[in-house]
Nanobody, 121 residues
Framework: QVQLVESGGGLVQAGGSLRLSCAASGRTFSGYTMGWFRQAPGKEREFVAGINWSGSRTYYADSVKGRCTISRDNAKNTVYLQMNSLKSEDTAVYYC??????????????WGQGTQVTVSS
């Protein structure tokens, strides 16, 4: 079992920045690929960014490439998502996921509870 707790969401103006955090507990965090997904109202949950177990490789959806940076600190059992130049279309609930599949970007079995990001235009 892996427990995930997100934080850092909030209300921000378009063009602003937020840093989301996801703290993990339970099984060895460093053994998992980690991903961020988001779900906007009326839409399906979608992949945002992912990172391999060591942090040496990162992956991004085209919609956030160049504006977001995913990173992890295995000593702190935490993964981060730095989001810059936020747009109204980034408004969604953001979820942390453990064990996501790098190849097809499908989510793993462990989810956090989500954190709301609202971007006002």
């Amino acid at each position: 079992q892996v427990q995930l707790v997100e934080s850092g969401g909030g209300l921000v103006q378009a063009g602003g920045s937020l840093r989301l955090s996801c703290a993990a507990s339970g099984r060895t965090f460093s053994g998992y690929t980690m991903g961020w997904f988001r779900q906007a109202p009326g839409k399906e949950r979608e992949f945002v960014a992912g990172i391999n177990w060591s942090g040496s490789r990162t992956y991004y959806a085209d919609s956030v490439k160049g504006r977001c940076t995913i990173s992890r600190d295995n000593a702190k059992n935490t993964v981060y998502l730095q989001m810059n130049s936020l747009k109204s279309e980034d408004t969604a609930v953001y979820y942390c996921n453990a064990g996501y599949n790098i190849g097809d970007r499908s989510p793993g079995r462990y989810w956090g509870q989500g954190t709301q990001v609202t971007v006002s235009s």
